[in-house]
């Protein structure tokens, strides 16, 4: 079984400022993926970014990247330039890789509540 | 907005009931994952569903089941409804490939 740690259950940053957010994971799979989620107030599961684990260039969406470092099982979220629309809970999960349409669920870490302060 | 549609928003019932919670899936997509997300258990996976057909169940309780009708809608049924079972529900959807992944907006139930 997967198991996915978030060691920071609240974080805050400047708006502007970066902040990055841990994540561990432990598994014995070799093919799968990862991923952040946002969870703002309105409860939505909004996929930030994405990760396939075979691949060694780390993912970057705009102002998220991440740093992916599969060996020490650690997938971190660094957000640039903070904005207020930032705030929200973050969690990151895991999906292993499997042929065909059966056990592709996430699992997911305890979450992030980062807030951004103006 | 992701395509997947959960009905209804917010529901509220007593304890020892029976509810039914529905989800959409996106267009085209013919999986369907229910997750349930409480202050206790955080995020968990319940159960899978592939065009019709059970896939894969996580931390499902007895009391709860399941299915997927043929027009890909699938429902979840919640019975003996307790105080700890209070939580946001969602249902996300995919395929025929497992990735992308679309999230509904959940069901908020509420035991009281």
């Known amino acids: 079984a997967q198991t996915v740690t978030q060691s920071q259950p609240e974080m805050s940053v400047q708006e502007a400022e970066t902040v990055t957010l841990s994540c561990t994971y432990d598994?014995?799979?070799?093919?799968?993926?990862l991923f952040w989620y946002k969870q703002p107030p309105s409860r939505q599961m909004i996929l930030v970014i994405r990760?396939?684990?075979?691949?060694?260039q780390n993912a970057t969406e705009n102002r998220f990247s991440v740093n992916f470092q599969k060996a020490a099982k650690s997938f971190s979220l660094k957000i640039s330039d903070s904005q207020l629309g930032d705030t929200a809970m973050y969690f990151c999960?895991?999906?292993?890789?499997?042929?065909?349409?059966?056990?592709?669920?996430?699992?997911f870490g305890g979450g992030t509540r980062l807030m951004v302060k103006p | 907005d992701s395509g997947v549609t959960q009905t209804p928003k917010h529901l509220i019932t007593a304890t020892g009931q029976r509810v039914t919670l529905r989800c959409s899936p996106r267009s085209g997509d013919l999986s369907v994952y229910w997750y349930q997300q409480s202050l206790d258990q955080g995020l968990q996976f319940l159960i899978q569903?592939?065009?019709?057909?059970?896939?894969a169940k996580g931390n499902i309780l007895e009391r709860f089941s399941a299915q997927q009708f043929p027009d890909l809608h699938s429902e979840l049924n919640l019975s003996s409804l307790e105080l700890g079972d209070s939580a946001l529900y969602f249902c996300a959807s995919s395929g025929p490939k497992p990735l992308p992944l679309h999230f509904g907006n959940g069901t908020r139930l509420t035991v009281t």
């Open positions: 999960a895991f999906m292993k890789h499997e042929e065909g349409n059966a056990g592709n669920m996430l699992t």
């Open positions: 569903y592939y065009n019709g057909e059970e896939r």
């Open positions: 990760q396939e684990a075979y691949k060694q």
């Open positions: 598994t014995s799979e070799n093919n799968y993926y």
